[in-house]
């Protein structure tokens, strides 16, 4: 008996374990990287610039994305899109346009910023706005672009009225009538809609309504914002837990995990915002925690490169969630990283990259100067 009451006590001082030490172990943080970030410069605003003045007027290679009605729709596309032909496709060319705006509102010394100017005015002339118009009038082109390239349209429109110069009031003027055309659109397209769509694609609703929810909060157009927060609150008020470990898809270029947090951000006041998306994406909060750039194999190949705008498109979410709460900062941090992983490529990339992603790096960046 003896001899067992001894074997125990020796089994509990080999196996058993200290209490205080584990506990010390399990409190004890991982390190966590802190990454440099990234600076939006004149020089980096040039060479950024640089992207859109090489597309901006070149026609071909062209996606119109057209349904046809009759041979008479068979039409060169400078003829169909004179404003918004250039770029590869339309929602390219609209943000192409969009990128010029706001680095020139941003660095008026930028280089050839008279020229840059004067192509502007020649591409978003009245003409051409009158011809855009028209296009998106006829028959089968009730649903072109719908939504991403209404909400680059309206971004535009948001980037031009926020710019005080001369030629921005010129540019609003003339591009007015297509602006209005497309807030009608959007008005009476949201309530017709009963799902949303939540893909990391153009048309990801989240993403299509952040960027009109902008631009009708920056001109108090409260009928669109009134539209915008009644159809996204029955969409996305009452989610939970979303799969983000699930992205990104192999063709991805927005999260629609992070999209959704970003446009809740935008309509939910701070104090409900925080009980939202700790029901949404609890693991956020976590200081330590890490969401891994996605991995380009390809910049030759136009669907894959689409991989650097999720990273920069995850990074203008991150920033917008964590604005102004401060238990979020360490967000910023991954914001950066993906910035940085993608940043460098984007400049003497091949056409299937660099027709468009000089604008999503010049969006991200400009989250991250605003912080």
Known sequence: MKNFIFIVILQFS?????????????????????????????????????????????????????TLGGNEDLKPPTTLHPAFYGCFDWHSSV??????????????????????????????????????VAYFNGKHNKSYERTYGWAWLLKLAEELHTWDDLVARELEM???PLTDLLVEKYIAFLPKLNYPQRVG???????????????????????????????????YQNDKNCPITWE????????????EGSLMKRLLSKEDFREWINTFLPQLKDPNYNLEVGIVSDRTDGQLVHLDGVNFSRAWDL????EDLPEYNHLKNLANKHINYSLPSIFGDSYEGGHWLGSFAIYALNASQND
Request: net charge negative; charged share 25%; with cysteine.
């Open 174 to 176: 003339n591009m007015q």
């Open 14 to 66: 080999i196996f058993g374990c200290n209490p205080k030490k584990e506990k010390q172990e399990i409190a004890a943080p991982s390190k966590v990287e802190i990454v440099e970030k990234p600076i939006l410069n004149l020089e980096q605003a040039n060479k950024l610039a640089a992207l859109p003045l090489r597309c901006i007027n070149i026609e071909y290679p062209n996606r119109l994305s057209q």
């Open 319 to 322: 920033y917008k969630i964590a």
């Open 95 to 132: 943000h192409g346009h969009w990128s010029l705006v706001s680095l020139l509102k941003s660095f008026p010394n930028l280089e050839n910023a008279e020229e840059i100017k004067q192509r502007l005015l020649s591409n978003i002339s009245k003409e051409n706005i009158d011809a855009e």
């Open 201 to 235: 694609t153009h048309t990801n609703t989240a993403f299509g309504v952040s960027f009109a929810y902008d631009y009708a909060e920056t001109v108090n157009n409260e009928d669109l914002k009134n539209a915008i927060r009644e159809r996204a609150l029955y969409f």
């Open 248 to 259: 990104p898809s192999g063709s991805d270029f927005l999260s629609p995990c992070l999209e």
